[in-house]
């Protein structure tokens, strides 16, 4: 584990966008603690430092937002398109599953897991007859652009992906390995 400098913290907490007395009340001590550690005057005690780069951490996780993780352009079918134009799609691009959109506006999705239930049901030849709008499963959830990557965080929980939306147009999709890959 790498010790932050005094130069470090102060820096990390400007680019936050926070003040000394933010940062002190959200680590639980006094504003001019902060102030003396970050001059260097004071060497603080290793649960100190930890509270702070911890509030510091939580402020960077907080400052990240849709628009910084999303992936665009946005691969989608139309829901009168044929099941096999979506698998076509999905397999050039390794992707799992796709937003379903009509005339820009998300109507649903089409996942594998759909299209494998779709060939269960009905038959693998079948299949092959379906239009989109025959597997599809309830859309995915949409953020603005300036949604915190808490939120989507929280959202893919329970689904595929997030369409991030401005102005009632898909910008943008993101999905877990988005957010997996933010790690590295």
Sequence with gaps: MEIPTPAELREKRI???LKQ?????MAGISQSMV??????SVDPRVSTLARIVEVLQAAERSAITAADVMTSPVF?????????RAVEIMGQNSISQLPVLEKGVPVG???ESAIMNAMEEGGFHQTHQKLVRDC???G???VPPTAP???IVHLLHHNHAVLVLERGKVRGVITKHDLISLIA
Excluded: H, K, L, Y
């Design 136 to 138: 599809m499963e309830p």
């Design 149 to 151: 990557i808490d939120t």
């Design 140 to 142: 995915f959830p949409t």
């Design 76 to 84: 989608s079918v139309a829901p009168d398109e044929p099941v096999n």
């Design 109 to 111: 999705c089409i996942s």
């Design 15 to 17: 680019r936050m966008g």
């Design 21 to 25: 007395a933010d940062v002190a009340r």
């Design 35 to 40: 102030a003396r550690i970050e001059s260097g």
